[in-house]
Protein backbone atom coordinates (compact mmCIF):
# COMPACT_ATOMS: atom_id res chain seq x y z
CA UNK A 1 0.00 0.00 0.00
CA UNK A 2 1.37 3.23 -0.81
CA UNK A 3 0.74 5.93 1.19
CA UNK A 4 2.05 9.74 2.61
CA UNK A 5 2.47 10.54 6.13
CA UNK A 6 0.89 14.02 7.44
CA UNK A 7 2.38 14.71 11.23
CA UNK A 8 4.45 16.93 13.35
CA UNK A 9 5.45 16.35 16.63
CA UNK A 10 7.29 13.80 18.58
CA UNK A 11 3.55 12.22 18.93
CA UNK A 12 3.27 11.25 15.63
CA UNK A 13 7.31 9.86 15.09
CA UNK A 14 5.93 6.05 16.46
CA UNK A 15 3.18 5.99 13.65
CA UNK A 16 5.53 6.46 11.46
CA UNK A 17 8.22 4.58 12.55
CA UNK A 18 5.96 1.64 12.89
CA UNK A 19 4.63 2.30 8.60
CA UNK A 20 8.10 2.62 7.28
CA UNK A 21 9.11 -0.86 9.01
CA UNK A 22 5.78 -2.74 7.93
CA UNK A 23 6.48 -4.84 5.22
CA UNK A 24 2.84 -3.88 4.01
CA UNK A 25 3.38 -0.23 3.31
CA UNK A 26 5.70 2.01 1.38
CA UNK A 27 5.29 5.97 2.78
CA UNK A 28 6.18 7.50 -0.77
CA UNK A 29 6.25 11.00 0.84
CA UNK A 30 5.92 12.45 4.48
CA UNK A 31 4.18 16.22 5.00
CA UNK A 32 5.34 18.11 7.95
CA UNK A 33 5.43 21.90 8.88
CA UNK A 34 8.00 24.21 8.07
CA UNK A 35 11.28 23.88 10.10
CA UNK A 36 11.10 26.30 13.06
CA UNK A 37 13.64 28.78 14.87
CA UNK A 38 14.30 28.20 18.54
CA UNK A 39 16.72 28.86 21.06
CA UNK A 40 19.37 31.87 21.98
CA UNK A 41 20.76 31.47 18.04
CA UNK A 42 17.32 31.46 16.66
CA UNK A 43 18.91 28.14 15.01
CA UNK A 44 15.98 26.56 12.25
CA UNK A 45 15.22 22.93 13.93
CA UNK A 46 13.44 20.61 11.60
CA UNK A 47 10.08 18.50 13.27
CA UNK A 48 10.86 15.26 14.99
CA UNK A 49 9.28 13.90 12.14
CA UNK A 50 11.21 15.17 9.20
CA UNK A 51 14.16 14.23 11.17
CA UNK A 52 13.38 10.20 11.01
CA UNK A 53 11.86 10.71 7.49
CA UNK A 54 15.30 12.59 6.23
CA UNK A 55 17.11 9.67 7.98
CA UNK A 56 15.27 7.05 5.87
CA UNK A 57 15.41 8.44 3.13
CA UNK A 58 11.73 9.57 2.34
CA UNK A 59 11.49 12.69 0.21
CA UNK A 60 9.99 15.74 2.89
CA UNK A 61 7.49 18.56 1.64
CA UNK A 62 7.11 21.40 4.13
CA UNK A 63 4.30 23.86 2.84
CA UNK A 64 3.55 27.22 5.10
CA UNK A 65 0.07 26.29 4.16
CA UNK A 66 -0.79 23.68 2.60
CA UNK A 67 -4.54 24.17 1.40
CA UNK A 68 -3.06 27.25 -1.16
CA UNK A 69 0.60 25.45 -1.55
CA UNK A 70 0.69 24.96 -5.62
CA UNK A 71 3.45 22.86 -5.84
CA UNK A 72 2.50 20.43 -2.64
CA UNK A 73 -0.92 20.10 -3.95
CA UNK A 74 0.59 18.98 -7.82
CA UNK A 75 2.84 16.66 -5.59
CA UNK A 76 0.21 15.00 -3.51
CA UNK A 77 -2.04 14.50 -7.10
CA UNK A 78 0.47 13.12 -8.94
CA UNK A 79 1.87 10.84 -5.74
CA UNK A 80 -0.99 7.60 -6.80
CA UNK A 81 -1.18 7.14 -2.77
CA UNK A 82 -3.21 5.23 -1.72
CA UNK A 83 -4.60 6.47 1.40
CA UNK A 84 -2.54 9.82 3.13
CA UNK A 85 -2.36 8.94 7.25
CA UNK A 86 -2.45 11.79 8.94
CA UNK A 87 -1.19 12.29 12.63
CA UNK A 88 -0.89 15.37 14.35
CA UNK A 89 0.49 17.80 11.06
CA UNK A 90 -0.99 20.97 12.57
CA UNK A 91 -2.93 22.04 9.58
CA UNK A 92 -6.38 21.75 8.40
CA UNK A 93 -7.01 19.78 4.88
CA UNK A 94 -9.42 21.23 1.99
CA UNK A 95 -11.60 18.69 0.92
CA UNK A 96 -9.95 18.83 -2.39
CA UNK A 97 -7.02 17.06 -0.62
CA UNK A 98 -8.96 14.70 1.38
CA UNK A 99 -10.60 12.91 -1.71
CA UNK A 100 -7.41 12.48 -3.64
CA UNK A 101 -6.48 9.29 -2.18
CA UNK A 102 -8.03 6.00 -3.90
CA UNK A 103 -8.65 5.07 0.72
CA UNK A 104 -9.06 9.05 1.93
CA UNK A 105 -7.24 10.64 4.58
CA UNK A 106 -6.93 8.45 7.75
CA UNK A 107 -6.74 10.52 11.23
CA UNK A 108 -4.69 9.02 14.27
CA UNK A 109 -6.57 11.47 17.24
CA UNK A 110 -5.62 11.03 21.19
CA UNK A 111 -9.05 10.51 22.44
CA UNK A 112 -12.16 8.83 22.63
CA UNK A 113 -13.88 10.58 20.33
CA UNK A 114 -16.21 12.11 19.91
CA UNK A 115 -15.20 12.95 23.35
CA UNK A 116 -12.36 15.74 23.23
CA UNK A 117 -12.26 16.65 19.65
CA UNK A 118 -9.37 19.56 18.52
CA UNK A 119 -6.19 20.68 19.34
CA UNK A 120 -5.12 19.26 22.57
CA UNK A 121 -7.48 16.24 23.55
CA UNK A 122 -4.50 14.66 26.27
CA UNK A 123 -4.17 17.99 28.07
CA UNK A 124 -7.67 18.53 28.42
CA UNK A 125 -8.46 14.86 29.58
CA UNK A 126 -6.54 14.98 32.49
CA UNK A 127 -7.65 18.45 32.87
CA UNK A 128 -10.80 17.14 33.63
CA UNK A 129 -10.00 14.19 35.52
CA UNK A 130 -10.91 11.17 33.01
CA UNK A 131 -9.81 7.58 33.96
CA UNK A 132 -9.83 6.67 30.60
CA UNK A 133 -8.63 7.57 27.15
CA UNK A 134 -7.50 6.20 24.14
CA UNK A 135 -6.48 6.54 19.53
CA UNK A 136 -9.07 6.95 17.64
CA UNK A 137 -8.86 6.14 13.99
CA UNK A 138 -11.16 8.10 11.41
CA UNK A 139 -12.07 8.66 8.01
CA UNK A 140 -11.46 12.35 7.55
CA UNK A 141 -13.91 15.05 6.69
CA UNK A 142 -13.29 18.71 6.77
CA UNK A 143 -14.83 19.00 9.81
CA UNK A 144 -12.62 19.28 13.29
CA UNK A 145 -12.18 15.53 14.35
CA UNK A 146 -15.79 15.08 13.01
CA UNK A 147 -15.48 12.30 10.67
CA UNK A 148 -16.42 8.80 10.77
CA UNK A 149 -14.85 6.25 13.67
CA UNK A 150 -12.76 3.15 12.27
CA UNK A 151 -11.24 1.95 15.27
CA UNK A 152 -9.97 2.50 18.81
CA UNK A 153 -8.12 1.54 21.78
CA UNK A 154 -8.45 2.20 25.37
CA UNK A 155 -6.33 2.67 28.14
CA UNK A 156 -6.20 3.32 32.04
CA UNK A 157 -5.01 7.12 33.50
CA UNK A 158 -3.06 6.60 36.43
CA UNK A 159 -3.79 9.25 39.26
CA UNK A 160 0.51 10.47 39.19
CA UNK A 161 0.21 10.38 35.23
CA UNK A 162 1.04 13.25 33.54
CA UNK A 163 0.50 14.96 29.94
CA UNK A 164 3.72 13.85 28.39
CA UNK A 165 3.17 10.07 30.13
CA UNK A 166 -0.32 9.50 28.78
CA UNK A 167 0.87 10.92 25.24
CA UNK A 168 4.22 8.42 25.10
CA UNK A 169 1.71 5.85 25.43
CA UNK A 170 -0.79 6.74 23.06
CA UNK A 171 1.53 7.26 20.49
CA UNK A 172 2.79 3.71 20.62
CA UNK A 173 -0.77 2.35 20.72
CA UNK A 174 -1.50 4.78 17.40
CA UNK A 175 1.03 3.15 15.25
CA UNK A 176 -0.28 -0.30 15.79
CA UNK A 177 -4.01 1.12 15.85
CA UNK A 178 -3.18 2.49 12.00
CA UNK A 179 -1.74 -0.35 10.42
CA UNK A 180 -4.65 -2.27 11.65
CA UNK A 181 -7.33 0.27 10.53
CA UNK A 182 -5.31 0.14 7.01
CA UNK A 183 -5.56 -3.41 6.50
CA UNK A 184 -8.87 -3.71 7.36
CA UNK A 185 -9.88 -0.74 5.10
CA UNK A 186 -7.79 -2.73 2.04
CA UNK A 187 -9.64 -5.80 2.95
CA UNK A 188 -12.63 -3.86 3.37
CA UNK A 189 -13.71 -5.74 6.61
CA UNK A 190 -14.49 -2.22 8.56
CA UNK A 191 -17.32 -0.35 9.00
CA UNK A 192 -16.77 3.40 9.62
CA UNK A 193 -19.33 4.20 12.31
CA UNK A 194 -20.67 7.91 12.53
CA UNK A 195 -19.92 9.92 15.51
CA UNK A 196 -22.81 11.21 17.57
CA UNK A 197 -22.54 14.67 17.97
CA UNK A 198 -24.72 15.20 20.80
CA UNK A 199 -22.19 13.47 23.05
CA UNK A 200 -19.17 15.67 21.58
CA UNK A 201 -16.97 17.58 24.12
CA UNK A 202 -14.36 20.01 22.75
CA UNK A 203 -10.23 20.28 23.56
CA UNK A 204 -9.37 23.90 22.17
CA UNK A 205 -6.03 24.99 22.20
CA UNK A 206 -4.40 25.80 25.78
CA UNK A 207 -3.66 29.68 26.99
CA UNK A 208 -1.29 30.96 28.61
CA UNK A 209 -3.52 32.15 31.45
CA UNK A 210 -4.73 28.31 31.90
CA UNK A 211 -1.53 27.69 33.19
CA UNK A 212 -1.96 29.67 36.23
CA UNK A 213 -2.73 27.93 39.61
CA UNK A 214 -5.63 29.00 41.22
CA UNK A 215 -5.37 27.88 45.67
CA UNK A 216 -9.29 28.69 45.89
CA UNK A 217 -9.57 25.44 43.58
CA UNK A 218 -10.06 22.08 45.48
CA UNK A 219 -6.33 20.20 45.81
CA UNK A 220 -7.69 17.35 42.89
CA UNK A 221 -8.61 19.66 40.58
CA UNK A 222 -5.43 21.44 40.89
CA UNK A 223 -3.56 18.34 41.00
CA UNK A 224 -5.04 17.65 37.51
CA UNK A 225 -4.27 21.25 36.11
CA UNK A 226 -0.88 20.41 36.88
CA UNK A 227 -0.42 17.07 35.23
CA UNK A 228 -2.52 17.71 32.59
CA UNK A 229 -0.32 21.09 31.38
CA UNK A 230 2.66 19.44 32.28
CA UNK A 231 5.12 20.92 32.54
CA UNK A 232 3.57 24.29 32.36
CA UNK A 233 1.25 25.03 35.70
CA UNK A 234 2.72 28.06 37.48
CA UNK A 235 2.37 30.28 40.27
CA UNK A 236 4.35 32.73 42.19
CA UNK A 237 6.82 32.34 45.39
CA UNK A 238 8.68 35.08 47.30
CA UNK A 239 7.57 37.14 43.82
CA UNK A 240 8.82 35.00 41.60
CA UNK A 241 7.40 32.36 39.29
CA UNK A 242 7.05 29.00 40.56
CA UNK A 243 6.29 25.96 37.85
CA UNK A 244 5.21 23.07 39.60
CA UNK A 245 5.66 20.22 37.89
CA UNK A 246 4.18 17.25 39.83
CA UNK A 247 1.79 17.29 43.09
CA UNK A 248 0.03 14.34 45.24
CA UNK A 249 -3.63 15.51 46.87
CA UNK A 250 -3.08 13.99 50.47
CA UNK A 251 -6.77 12.25 51.35
CA UNK A 252 -7.22 8.94 52.30
CA UNK A 253 -9.39 8.27 49.04
CA UNK A 254 -6.42 8.66 46.84
CA UNK A 255 -3.53 6.40 49.08
CA UNK A 256 -4.48 3.40 47.18
CA UNK A 257 -3.40 4.73 44.05
CA UNK A 258 -0.47 5.66 45.16
CA UNK A 259 3.31 4.04 45.25
CA UNK A 260 3.70 2.56 48.58
CA UNK A 261 7.50 4.89 49.05
CA UNK A 262 4.49 7.48 49.11
CA UNK A 263 2.31 5.99 51.23
CA UNK A 264 4.26 4.89 53.98
CA UNK A 265 5.54 8.58 55.28
CA UNK A 266 2.44 10.00 54.41
CA UNK A 267 0.34 7.60 56.91
CA UNK A 268 2.74 8.50 59.21
CA UNK A 269 1.52 11.73 59.86
CA UNK A 270 -1.78 10.91 60.67
CA UNK A 271 -3.58 13.76 61.93
CA UNK A 272 -1.10 15.86 61.34
CA UNK A 273 -2.13 16.16 57.62
CA UNK A 274 -5.44 18.44 58.78
CA UNK A 275 -7.39 18.81 55.33
CA UNK A 276 -8.55 22.54 56.67
CA UNK A 277 -5.57 23.52 58.87
CA UNK A 278 -5.08 27.14 57.21
CA UNK A 279 -6.21 29.66 54.11
CA UNK A 280 -5.56 28.34 50.52
CA UNK A 281 -1.94 28.85 49.24
CA UNK A 282 -0.59 28.39 52.78
CA UNK A 283 2.11 26.00 53.62
CA UNK A 284 0.71 24.12 56.51
CA UNK A 285 3.16 21.29 56.97
CA UNK A 286 6.58 20.68 55.56
CA UNK A 287 7.05 16.40 55.19
CA UNK A 288 10.76 15.47 55.49
CA UNK A 289 12.41 13.83 52.21
CA UNK A 290 9.13 14.78 50.23
CA UNK A 291 8.46 18.36 50.38
CA UNK A 292 5.65 21.21 51.16
CA UNK A 293 2.13 20.91 51.88
CA UNK A 294 -0.20 23.75 50.95
CA UNK A 295 -3.98 24.81 51.55
CA UNK A 296 -6.08 24.26 49.11
CA UNK A 297 -9.77 25.57 48.78
CA UNK A 298 -10.65 21.65 49.76
CA UNK A 299 -8.07 19.34 50.62
CA UNK A 300 -3.95 19.52 50.89
CA UNK A 301 -1.61 19.06 47.96
CA UNK A 302 1.86 18.38 48.05
CA UNK A 303 4.12 19.99 45.99
CA UNK A 304 6.29 16.93 44.66
CA UNK A 305 8.56 18.54 41.97
CA UNK A 306 8.87 22.29 41.28
CA UNK A 307 10.90 24.98 39.11
CA UNK A 308 11.97 28.57 40.08
CA UNK A 309 12.57 30.90 37.48
CA UNK A 310 16.01 30.26 35.63
CA UNK A 311 16.82 27.53 38.11
CA UNK A 312 16.78 23.34 37.33
CA UNK A 313 13.83 21.50 38.50
CA UNK A 314 13.99 19.73 42.01
CA UNK A 315 11.85 18.04 44.28
CA UNK A 316 9.64 19.59 46.43
CA UNK A 317 11.60 18.72 49.63
CA UNK A 318 15.15 20.64 48.05
CA UNK A 319 12.88 23.16 47.47
CA UNK A 320 11.63 23.34 50.46
CA UNK A 321 15.40 23.05 52.20
CA UNK A 322 17.09 25.81 49.53
CA UNK A 323 14.63 28.40 50.27
CA UNK A 324 14.40 27.68 53.62
CA UNK A 325 10.51 27.83 53.74
CA UNK A 326 8.29 27.71 56.72
CA UNK A 327 5.14 27.23 57.74
CA UNK A 328 2.54 29.69 57.43
CA UNK A 329 4.27 31.01 54.08
CA UNK A 330 1.67 31.36 51.13
CA UNK A 331 2.15 30.85 47.23
CA UNK A 332 0.38 32.53 44.78
Known amino acids: MNLIF ?22 S ?7 KRRGRGKTLIPSPVKTVAVDAGIPVWQPQKIKKDVET ?35 GHGSLLPK ?14 EKQTGMTTMQMDVGMDTGAMLLKSSLEIHLLDNA ?34 EAATYARLIEKSDYQLDWTRPA ?10 YPNAVTEFRGQSLKVKATVPLAEMYYEQLPEEL ?6 WGDRLNPDSGEPAEVVQIIKNLGPVLQTGAGLLL ?10 TQSGWDFANGTRLEMGEHLG
Open 303 to 312: LQEVQLAGKK
Open 116 to 129: YRGAAPIQWCLYHG
Open 263 to 268: VKPLRS
Open 164 to 197: WDVAARLAQDCGSLLVETLQGLEAQTLQATPQDD
Open 29 to 35: AVVTQPD
Open 220 to 229: IALHNQVRGF
Open 73 to 107: LDKLRNSQADVFVVVAYGQILSQEILEMPRLGCIN
Open 6 to 27: LGTPQFAVPSLKTLIEHPQFEV
